[in-house]
């Protein structure tokens, strides 16, 4: 869970523990989200300048020292908890949707689509689902959700909407999505 304390410009990351009731303080942060073997979070930070890059954060789910991983948000970690996949912009350039190594070793972050926000590991590890807005006479805006190999390759798009929809879950096949549609 995470929220804001009065008196304070970031929010927290809390963990609680359902069988005693005890919460634990982890990081300032948003959007954490927990590692597949539970041992690790992963977490957007900024301190709201825009002079100041949106870092993604990794640290121990008992708490502890956080580590950067790379600039960006709207992370993801792979099934496998081997990669992760988030938006950046980098300079004079849209958002695009990033793949990384969680460990940094195994190879340098990897562009895979421009114009793409809220990745979405789908099951097995091998791809990514993102969503992108375009102006919409409509309503204002469009989505299109989209699947990308995670090694790089052919876009393909997989949902086109005349107003914005939010990409939540696959099904362990990766064959159904839900997604949220909001209505104009």
Not at 150 to 159: C, E
């Amino acid at each position: 869970m995470f929220g804001r304390e009065r008196g304070s410009n970031q929010d927290r990351i809390r963990v609680l523990t359902i069988a005693t009731g005890a919460v634990r303080d982890i990081a300032d942060g948003t959007f954490p989200s927990w590692s597949p073997d539970g041992r690790s979070l992963l977490y957007s930070w900024s301190n709201g300048m825009a002079q100041q890059l949106d870092e993604i954060r990794l640290v121990p789910a008992e708490g502890g020292s956080w580590r950067l991983i790379t600039h960006g948000w709207a992370q993801a970690w792979s099934p496998d908890g081997r990669r992760i996949a988030y938006t950046n912009r980098t300079r004079n350039s849209p958002d695009g949707l990033w793949v990384m190594p969680i460990n940094g070793s195994e190879g340098a972050a990897r562009l895979l689509a421009l114009r793409a926000n809220s990745p979405m590991w789908l099951p097995g590890s091998r791809r990514v689902a993102f969503s992108r807005e375009h102006r919409s006479a409509a309503c204002g805006y469009r989505t299109t959700l989209s699947v990308v190999p995670a090694k790089g390759g052919k876009v393909s798009r997989v949902l086109a909407s005349k107003s914005t929809v939010v990409p939540l879950a696959w099904n362990p096949r990766g064959q159904k999505l839900i997604y949220f549609k909001y209505y104009c």
